[in-house]
């Protein structure tokens, strides 16, 4: 792969069984008929402005969810935080593929709450960069599998020799245990989800020599 272009056709044209790809698919209830084409666009621009802007930390989740990346085409975003990508982030605006309302995500509103305090940017990703669900359930999230990851190892390994992080930080030990079998070192701090908002909160703004700063009743108000 040459180019953040040709990663994102590539990654668009993935398939898996009970996954979403929201680079290819459109949700027939949720998204507008270009929704994919907007995806990838967001996608492009934010592997574009990491590369020429460089990043210190790559952060890597789990796999999307269908409140956050499943919509947007970011990992660990979800819409009401595209503005804010964007801006970190420093590309063109981020657009919203989906109808409706946007849809916050619990993890999302925690992940943003520390990131728009670093100020600086970081790259997000997922070891498995879709969204898987169950099986007649599109609207659900489930952990992927170990041939899954596997088989997007290669997309990985490009961001990482292309963004050259200084330090890869796991979120939560799903992904760190998928780091691990894939072979690939990384920091891990415990995901904000189910009750671990508090000590990701604690392990970020040690990491980054951050001031006490608890998030929003707005943010809260998503968990």
């Keep these: 792969m040459e180019d953040p272009a040709e990663f994102v056709e590539v990654l668009a044209s993935l398939r898996f069984s009970n996954v979403f790809n929201p680079y290819m698919d459109v949700c027939p209830s949720c998204d507008h008929a270009d929704a994919a084409t907007v995806r990838r666009r967001n996608l492009e621009l934010v592997i574009t402005a990491a590369i020429e802007s460089g990043v210190d930390t790559m952060w890597v989740a789990r796999d999307l969810g269908y409140r956050g990346g499943r919509r947007t ?4 975003t979800d819409e009401l935080h595209l503005s804010a990508h964007a ?3 420093g590309t063109m605006p981020l657009l919203r593929a989906t109808k409706g309302p946007a849809q916050g995500e619990r993890t999302a509103a925690v992940i943003w709450s520390i990131l728009e305090a670093i100020g600086k940017p ?3 990703w997922n070891v498995f960069p879709l969204h898987p669900h169950k099986k007649a359930e599109p609207m659900s999230n489930r952990a992927h599998t170990r041939k899954e990851a596997a088989e997007c190892r290669f997309l990985l390994d490009w961001l ?8 890869v930080i796991a979120i939560g030990r799903d992904a760190q245990a998928a780091l691990i079998s894939l072979g690939i070192n990384s920091v891990s701090v415990r995901h904000p989800s189910y009750g671990g908002q508090t000590e990701f909160i604690a392990s970020m ?3 980054y020599h951050l001031p006490d ?3 929003s009743n707005r943010q809260l ?3």
Excluded at 73 to 76: E, I, P, Y
Excluded at 160 to 167: E, Y
């Design 73 to 76: 085409g970011l990992a660990l």
């Design 87 to 89: 801006q970190l982030m």
């Design 221 to 223: 108000s998503l968990l």
């Design 160 to 167: 990482i020799a292309r963004l050259s992080p200084k330090r």
């Design 122 to 124: 970081v790259f997000l």
């Design 213 to 215: 700063s608890p998030i």
């Design 205 to 207: 703004q040690s990491y």
